[in-house]
């Protein structure tokens, strides 16, 4: 069969579920492309019109780049072929093997005749169906450019130490490979939504800590419901507000030390949104602390293809293109070391082994030192002066610490604001502008910043993330030594 007999034939059967025909070449062809790929693969006519008569197109070098051209710019791109047939250009297009496919408009997909939007309904049961494309990159088909927030993309920037003036959150996301057919994917919501569990009900952090060795009794809890930087932030500072910690001083610069070394729990912390299995509805990704370990489950288990004798020893990423960002942003390594690192700095300090179990979660767990090696909490009032006390003797030295802290309160406490300030910051931390509200104030009065700086210094409050002061997420918490002093001085009221 020549050319000429195959269009014949091809126009005498009319458009179908394989067949599509077009008066002449537009952009938006790439409808059609997506939904061929979709499918069962295709056939466009160019110079067919829809009642069936033919009036003809020439295949010229241009025609045949735009066609490349408009194709190429389908997410996945789509490699079509086009050819002369009779009088009319021929664009044939395979079935795609990674699919779902999608344009600029969204997906399509070919239904007899018709090439047809396809509904969220369609959408989940082709993803079940075609489930090549990782979650993170499918397209979030009901959020707009709208949702996406400025200052998550500038505090995203700030932490990469990426320097761009006047970033336009659409280029900005389609260099970090998170739009497919100018749709935001669920990476871009993750990272830069407003409100992203508007979108991913599930992908919460729930932090918890609980009092003894089991899931009974709980003390203290907190459910992040925000991006993923602002859910390591979180998870970060929670750790540290739980777990004890000692401060050496060494020339004159003080350096906090954490019972379970906090480049580990970091590295563990990151490893665990990375690898999420965001797909995975109904569960959150949990840390828990007990008295005697801490517990990072992670809903999804070992990523696909990674057996579990070679976890720890190869990189396979779940979610590449998150793990991009927290890489971009200098907190995780690509090389799949994280961890032996882990392992390694638990042995240095004289821990039990990690232990990771596998299963429908991923649970990590570090265990906490043993009660008389644990160290002393900088916060706790026996450690007022360090230097007291191993000068003097434990028994000395902490009545001299107690002698000092007495000493210190009136001065300490001397304004009204210092005493409403940690009074409202007794149960929750607070960041600036909330603490002004609290106060009744209408913004953070110069007052304030003078005296939360004062109480800073008198270790009496701290920074709920201390590495990063001048985070837009930061908050401010009473110290155990605060809520010493604060006792004391009520109880010194009391009584006057």
Known sequence: ??????????????????????????????????????????????GVRDDQTVGGEKLTGVLKARIHSVARNCQPPVNVGVKRMGGVVCIEVPQGEVKPYSCAAG????????????????????????????????VCA??????????????????????????????????????????????GILFFAKQPLRFLRHARMTLIAFKGVDKVHIYDRLDVEDDLLTQYQAGEAFLKKHLNRR????????????????????????????HRDYHFQGADLTIEVFDDRVDIRNPGGLPPGLPE?????????????????????????????????????????????????FGTFYTISFFRPDAER?????RAPGQINAGVQSELGPSRGRVRAEAQLESQLESQLESQLESRVMTALMNRALGKADLARVLGQQQASGSLHQVIR????????????????NSRLQKYQITYHGKAVLNRNFKKQKHA
């Open 107 to 138: 997906y399509f997909r070919r239904l007899d005749a018709v090439t047809q939007k396809m509904t969220p309904h369609e959408l989940r049961t082709m993803f079940r169906l075609h489930d090549d494309l990782a979650y993170e990159d499918r």
């Open 454 to 469: 004062a109480l800073l210094n008198q270790a009496l409050i701290e920074r709920t993330l201390p590495d990063k002061p």
């Open 309 to 357: 004798k070679d976890f720890g020893k190869v990189s396979i990423r779940r979610n590449a293109v998150i793990a991009d960002l927290f890489h971009r942003m200098n907190m995780m390594e690509r090389a799949g070391s994280g961890i032996r690192r882990m392992r390694s700095a638990m042995a240095d300090e004289g821990l039990k082994p990690i232990e990771i179990n």
């Open 247 to 274: 401060s050496d001083i060494v020339d004159f610069k003080r350096y906090d030390r954490y019972e379970i070394p906090l480049q580990v729990l970091r590295e563990a912390l990151v490893n665990a949104i990375v």
């Open 142 to 187: 009901e959020a707009a450019w709208s949702d996406i927030a400025k200052d998550k993309i500038r505090a995203f920037l700030k932490e990469a130490k990426i320097s761009l003036r006047n970033v336009v959150a659409k280029d900005l996301l389609q260099s970090l490979g998170m739009v497919r057919g100018n749709k935001i994917t669920h990476a």
């Open 1 to 46: 069969m020549n050319a000429a007999e195959a269009l014949r034939l091809l126009v005498n059967e009319g458009e179908g579920l394989l067949l599509e025909f077009k008066e002449r070449f537009t952009p938006r062809i790439d409808e059609d492309i997506v939904a061929f790929a979709n499918t069962r693969g295709g056939r466009i006519l160019l």
């Open 374 to 378: 644990r160290p002393n909490s900088a």
